[in-house]
């Protein structure tokens, strides 16, 4: 029997506290990201690592590298891979890790145009970074403009569902305990259909992911999550 949903009103996903800026937000996340016990993460890195494919000897641009949990991979697998954030906490940690130095890091607003040049990579890996940025229309539109014309996007975001019931990206500050908010943004599945549709992108794929009662088992400490949507995934050329 498949677990139900938790009631909206569970105290688990509302517990309050401050919405900080994103870059704050994240400076101060970066301590404790990679043991948070974020089922998104379960969830996401699978479905990433499926939809890129083989990556060996491509160049690959990671938008939004956080603590370089795809960067790190993709590097291994013998791609190059070029990676921007703007959160000097997140690029610390990554660059602290086994096989960094294979990586360049870019301190980069990834709201607004990155540093490179039109067509730079073959590959585009921006993961969990959409809620942050106000226009998916102007996100879309600049990862097209740095993925060759033959390469392709994949793009991962919290599920909109949790946004319309109100839970966001939060965190337990490790000094003082209480919830933080990094500042974010509502986006339901038509405003990325239609801004992709506009920046002149089409879907090559695009799908929905729950947090299965068999996930909950491996991470019981998100067991809380078993039943909800909470991954949305796509992969995007051009049309």
């Known amino acids: 029997m498949s677990a139900s949903p938790p009631r909206i009103d569970d105290d688990r996903f509302f517990e309050p506290g401050p919405t900080v800026p994103t870059r704050q937000g994240y400076d101060r996340w970066a301590e404790v990201y990679d043991h948070d016990h974020n089922p998104l993460l379960l969830i996401e890195a699978p479905e990433v690592v499926r939809m890129l494919g083989e990556v060996r000897g491509l160049t690959i641009g990671d938008v939004a590298v956080g603590t370089g949990r795809h960067a790190l991979r993709m590097a291994a697998s013998g791609a190059k891979v070029v ?11 990554a660059r602290a890790k086994s096989g960094a130095e294979r990586i360049r890091f870019v301190i980069a607003d990834c709201s607004r145009p990155l540093p490179v040049r039109a067509g730079a ?72 259909v239609m801004a992709a549709t506009r920046a002149g992108l089409r879907f090559d794929e695009i799908s929905e992911h729950k947090f299965t009662p068999e996930m909950a088992a491996e991470l019981p400490q998100a067991a809380h999550y078993a039943g909800w949507p909470l991954l949305l995934a796509m992969k995007l050329s051009r049309a």
């Open 83 to 93: 990676a921007f954030d703007f959160s000097s906490g997140m690029l610390a940690q």
């Open 121 to 192: 990579f073959d590959r585009v890996v921006c993961a969990l970074l959409a809620d942050h940025i106000q226009s998916l229309e102007f996100l879309f539109a600049e990862l097209k403009r740095v993925c060759r014309r033959e390469g392709f996007i994949v793009l991962t975001t919290v599920h909109p569902t949790l946004h319309l019931v109100g839970v966001r990206a939060r965190f337990r500050d490790p000094v003082s305990q209480e919830k933080i908010y990094p500042a974010s943004y509502e986006h339901r599945i038509a405003d990325f």
